[in-house]
């Protein structure tokens, strides 16, 4: 049995979950807050208590952590759930997406810990400490596009898997519209935008020589499947988190890559990273109107076949071969 910790916020760390867990030969058992709807591939799930927000005395343990506050019980609920499920199930590993208290935690109880890396500034003493006690750590991103310094004394038991996308294998589909405009698709995810419903709108009305589409959106309907929107627009505006950077990297589109503001600068070092290598037209924040039709011929300029240098293409197998690799070499069977 492998374990498998989820985070709550977003989709994007179960979506990823989801995307690896079908190419592990292992049982794999999901440990998370979220909601899990649908067809997931896990063989049992363990249902997480929130921690709270109420409490706010001494979160980061004077720095060495990032929320682990006095007396807060649903910390100490998750925490107790966590340690029934190790007890009960002997894992062989378990791979950590995303918690440094959590990660640290199985490490205490014995278990080889698997510790997903994300983009940005991780320099702090919370992030070196999960990355030191890790036995392994999965980048799902290319080496060859992004390196951050604060990986390199860690590169040893680090894997740069390729952006994972659960579209990686999917047929294309082809765009049959006929309509003379080219398609224009706004795509955010459900962790949060600064994008509105009304700056789409406003665009629309003032371009209107292209086809805008949003989804995602506030206020637009949340499409759980967008392959065929994705394959069927001509340029793709969306955000820089690793999902949707993947997702537009299979389908191999043009893109505007508008980075959001997420905690230790994500999205802003994903953004610049896909700059620097002219895989996008990457941006800080939504531009003003009066820029679309050039920022559009840009990135339809730079064109999408350059995503093939984000390895979408087995990059989830390639995480699953690690994660089966670490519980086969540090995992009791017994």
Known sequence: MIGYYIHHHGKGHLTRASAITVRIGSPVTALTSANLDGDIPFADHVRLPLDSTSSQR???????FHWAPFHDHGLSSRMMCI???ITMARPRAIVVDV???VAVFVRLMGIPVVVVAMPG???DPAHQLVYRIADHIIAAWPRE?????WLHEFAAKTSYVGGISRFDGREKIANTSHSPKPGVLVLSGAGGSRISLEDVQTCAAQHDSFRWTALGVKGTKWVDDPWRELCSSDVVITHAGQNSIADVAAAQRP???ISEDRPFEEQRATAQALSAHNLSVSLPHWPVADRWPSLIAEASAIGGYGWSSWRTTGAADRAAAVIEMVAERLGNST
């Open 99 to 101: 918690s440094v208290e």
């Open 83 to 85: 340690a029934e499920w």
């Open 121 to 123: 500034q991780r320099t």
């Open 58 to 64: 001494n979160p980061t343990v004077n720095g060495a």
């Open 255 to 257: 893109a505007i890559v």
């Open 145 to 149: 596009i992004y390196e951050p310094d």
